[in-house]
Structures are given as C-alpha cells and as structure tokens.
T-cell receptor
Framework: DGGITQSPKYLFRKEGQNVTLSCEQNLNHDAMYWYRQDPGQGLRLIYY???????QKGDIAEGYSVSREKKESFPLTVTSAQKNPTAFYLC???????????????FGPGTRLTVL | QQQVKQSPQSLIVQKGGISIINCAYE??????FPWYQQFPGKGPALLIA?????SEKKEGRFTISFNKSAKQFSLHIMDSQPGDSATYFC?????????????FGTGTRLTIIP
C-alpha cells in the first residue's frame, strides 16, 4: 500500500522547545516537500529536496531545518527560532525528471502542531 | 509576492448547481496547473490538472477552463453535491526537471447546501 505517512497526527510542545515532524514515503519519489498551512493563507513552501543529501529553502524557511539522508524520509525540525510555529504541516512528494504530466505532488495526511 | 490569486475565498452553492472557482497567475513560464481538494484535517488530493496547450479539460463533473492570453484558469463543478464541500486550491508550476515546486492559491472554502 503505497503512500506518504506523517507522524504524529497531533503534536503539542512547550514554547522554546525544538520539535521534529516525521515524513516517510514508499512511492520511490525523488522529490519531497514541506508546506505550512494557516487559515486563509493557503500552502506555503518551507523546504524541498530533489535528491538525497540535498535540499533547498522555500518561501518561509526561517526557523525550520530539514535533512534528507534517505530517499524515503524527509524530517522537518521546527526550532525555537520559529516565532509562530502553531500550524498544520503537510509533507508531499513527486517524481522528478519525468515526462510532462508526471510531476503531480502527493500529500500526506498532515501534522497539526500546537505550541503552548 | 503572491503569484497565483484565487477567488472567491468562500462559496455557497445549492445542491445540483454549478460551483465556479477562479485563479489568475502572473508568471508566464507556468506550465502546469493542478487543482487540489482538501477535506478538514486531511492532506490535499489532486483533483484535476491542465497544461496550457489545451483550453479545457473535463473529468466527470469537474472541468478546468484555461485562458492563456488572460492568464486565468477556473474550476467548474457541475451538479454540485454535499460531498463536494471542501477547500479547493489552485496551483501552478513551471514544470520540468528541477521545477516541480508548486505555487498555491489561498484556497476557496466550498459549501454545498441541500
């Protein structure tokens, strides 16, 4: 059963603590993405990675960090430097370099992070 | 800088009616225009997508209309059903290797009433 898994579904943390969100995919996709979703603002790209051991900043990377040590995994760390971390975080993946029409991004179920 | 503008922010349609959501873009290099559907507490799921070499694409009750000269595209949901109640996002990308990242609109919350 192929897909993208994110864990946990709900996460609560105290202000000032770093927290790591998990994202795993078994679709054999090269590219993975992290988005943040806030009400009325759509999806904003945090980081993306097109190959293992390489990643690029998105539009709102400040206060976040990522790693891509394995093709299947792209964890996101929300650091204490992120001023407003409470949000719904979505991970996605896609193939790269394929023919036109194959660059669809597939999303995981999301993690809702609440910082108390 | 928001490169994809989506309207309306919310929409209420009677069951059986036509729901229409519009998007406009600025970057003429955009080459791929998907629409995503998202239910509360879930991740978005691809609904339908179009490339600029066609002006319309239809899949079941869902149709994308694309106007390249106006830099606009829209989603039409025919015979709207209560199960269509969700948030819809348009998006765009330049496509091709290394350009798969999407720019999303701000979303439209659609409610279908009986």
């Amino acid at each position: 059963d192929g897909g993208i898994t994110q864990s946990p579904k709900y996460l609560f943390r105290k202000e000032g603590q770093n927290v790591t969100l998990s994202c795993e995919q078994n679709l054999n996709h090269d590219a993975m993405y992290w988005y943040r979703q806030d009400p009325g603002q759509g999806l904003r790209l945090i980081y993306y990675s097109q190959i293992v051991n390489d990643f690029q900043k998105g539009d709102i990377a400040e206060g976040y960090s990522v790693s891509r040590e394995k093709k299947e995994s792209f964890p996101l760390t929300v650091t204490s430097a992120q001023k407003n971390p409470t949000a719904f975080y979505l991970c996605a993946s896609s193939i790269t370099g394929g023919p036109r029409g194959t660059d669809t991004q597939y999303f995981g179920p999301g993690t809702r992070l609440t910082v108390l | 800088q928001q490169q994809v503008k989506q309207s309306p922010q919310s929409l209420i349609v009677q069951k059986g009616g036509i729901s229409i959501i519009n998007c406009a873009y600025e970057n003429t290099a955009f080459d791929y225009f998907p629409w995503y559907q998202q239910f509360p507490g879930k991740g978005p799921a691809l609904l339908i997508a179009i490339r600029p070499d066609v002006s319309e694409k239809k899949e079941g009750r869902f149709t994308i209309s694309f106007n390249k000269s106006a830099k606009q595209f829209s989603l039409h949901i025919m015979d709207s059903q209560p199960g269509d109640s969700a948030t819809y996002f348009c998006a765009a990308s330049t496509g091709g290797f290394g350009n798969e990242k999407l720019t999303f609109g701000t979303g439209t919350r659609l409610t279908i009433i009986p």
